[in-house]
């Protein structure tokens, strides 16, 4: 058994800013768990176009407001107690509350290594 926390991971290259957030990631690879858990913030007004071609990923809100848009437009609200799931490997938009940073805890299968960082730069999605 061992316990991370959040102020532990920021010491470390596991704390990433993506761009339009962060992401503490508390269990990578590394610790052979098979999955990976996040704590993930995402800024007030951002948008952020996103996709993960290696990974599957379930998000549950903790805190804040925002949504999930798929690419056809259809848009999903995200408030505390909700959760989504990119089943798929599904291109979508992240957005946040223009209020509010949106608090969520991400799993992602397989596990990441820990220091993957979005490109939130040019067309497409950012991806990894």
Known sequence: MYIRSCAEVEKTDHFVDWGNGTSH?????????????????VRAGTRSRLQYRNHLEACYCIGGAGAVEAMDGTRYPVAPGTIYVLDQHDDHYLVADP??????????????????????????????
């Open 99 to 128: 209020e509010q940073d949106l608090v969520l805890v991400s799993v992602f299968n397989p596990p990441l290594r820990g220091t993957e960082r979005h490109r939130l730069t040019g067309t497409g999605a950012s991806a990894y």
């Open 25 to 41: 990631r508390l269990l990578t690879e590394a610790d052979q768990m098979g999955f990976t858990v996040c704590h993930t913030v």
